[in-house]
């Protein structure tokens, strides 16, 4: 399982878990198969579960098995790699099958800085005092997800749902792409292996 989170004891976590390939069957047999013949173009999905978590508590999770075509798998990948590698300040990700949407954005100096002393004075009942005008980006990252709950429980997408908002920083990020590509690595070969007599 991929997990989005940051706080080990307090967490706030995106959980994304590859299941298989998803196969589509024949009326012969029901058997395994591509979705077209070799030569034609077809497309490749993926099923998946998710979860929204708050440190053991389940927010939210998956009500029935969803498909990510294969190519936003590796866009998403792809993105994260380039956030965490200062070529992006965020990322917007919003699949074909729009089951899930997932934003981050890197925070500057300025926002990390009234972020993190905003809460703690507001707690205080001290107006927040924050003066840091800087653009320079900060380590932390901005992490907003949510659920399509029309799309889980009745295919309709709504773009409505649960949803939890977080910070996490680099390494945090760079863990769950590990974790992800460790997932697609684990599903194997998409073709299913041919017994030759």
């Not at 029901?30 to 070799?38: E, I, Q, S």
């Not at 998403?76 to 917007?92: C, R, S």
């Not at 972020?115 to 380590?139: F, V």
Request: net charge negative; aromatic share 12%; hydrophobic share 35%.
């Amino acid at each position: 399982m991929a997990v989005l989170t940051h706080d080990e004891q307090y967490a706030c976590a995106f959980d994304l878990r590859l299941l298989e390939w998803e196969r589509y069957t024949t009326d012969k047999g029901g058997l395994n198969v591509k979705t077209a013949g070799l030569g034609e173009p077809y497309t490749l999905w993926v099923k998946y579960r998710m979860a929204l978590q708050i440190g053991d508590r389940i927010l939210y999770q998956s009500q029935k098995d969803t498909t990510l075509v294969l190519e936003d798998i590796r866009r998403l990948i792809k993105e994260l790699k380039q956030l965490t590698n200062g070529k992006k300040d965020g990322v917007a990700f919003d699949p074909i099958e729009p089951d899930f949407g997932l934003v981050i954005r890197n925070l500057t100096e300025s926002d990390a800085t009234v972020m993190i002393s905003s809460a703690a004075e507001i707690r205080a009942e001290m107006p927040t005092g924050a003066t840091n005008q800087s653009t320079d980006l900060s380590s932390l990252f901005d992490v907003n997800v949510w659920i399509d709950y029309s799309n889980q429980a009745d295919r309709f997408y709504g773009g409505y749902g649960p949803g939890l908002y977080f910070f996490v920083e680099s390494h945090d990020i760079a863990r769950f792409v590990d974790q992800l590509q460790e997932e697609l690595d684990g599903l194997g070969s998409y073709f299913p292996a041919t017994n030759s007599k």
